[in-house]
């Protein structure tokens, strides 16, 4: 059973990453008012956001492979001989 459990905390982990981190980062993203704003504006909000989001989608796709990883493990495992 534990073998499971594995791939199912890794997918809870890429879950968490995107409600805890991308969600409002998105969100703040949402709320610019970019239109209005001036270049050096878009460049700065641009600055504050990109870094941090690119990041956590590293961690998510990391994780998302990891998950897919395992399941395939356990899936030829129960295959048996």
Known sequence: MPRVCEPSMIGQT???????TRVPLNNRLQA????SMEDVAIEEARQAFEPRWN????IRTVAACATTVLLLIILVGLQGP
Do not use: I, P
């Open 14 to 20: 890429r879950a968490g990453t995107t409600v805890r």
């Open 32 to 35: 610019l008012e970019v239109d």
């Open 55 to 58: 990041r956590w989608n590293v």
